[in-house]
């Protein structure tokens, strides 16, 4: 799974840099978990994904899942997606 952190100026003051490190947490338990999928997460942050620049509304921070793009993302969304995509489904 990988999972795509803005740091544009925007996303950054808004808490990409907390949403990066929540991320960062959450895959040393998803490691140590065997009710997670042995599945790699891969954390990569861009530089801009431009998700603001095409529109006038307040959308950062902005992570993307896989392809999921989340807008105005909290820890809470964004680790629910990773966890509910991880899980192993019994």
């Known amino acids: ?3 795509k952190v803005c740091m ?3 996303c950054t ?4 840099m907390n949403l990066l490190d929540q991320i960062e947490s959450l895959r040393e338990l998803i490691e140590e ?3 997670y999928k042995d599945e790699e997460l891969e954390i990569e942050s861009i530089k801009c994904l431009g998700y603001c620049k095409e529109t006038d509304e307040d959308i ?3 992570v ?3 392809e999921d ?3 105005k993302a909290t820890g809470q969304i964004v680790m629910e997606k990773i ?3 991880m899980r192993i489904k019994s």
Not at 13 to 16: C, K, P, V
Request: hydrophobic share 50%.
């Open 69 to 71: 793009v989340i807008f």
């Open 13 to 16: 003051l808004l808490g990409a």
């Open 33 to 35: 978990n065997k009710e």
């Open 64 to 66: 993307i899942v896989d």
């Open 8 to 10: 544009g100026s925007n």
């Open 1 to 3: 799974m990988k999972v």
């Open 83 to 85: 966890m509910d995509k």
């Open 60 to 62: 950062s921070p902005v």
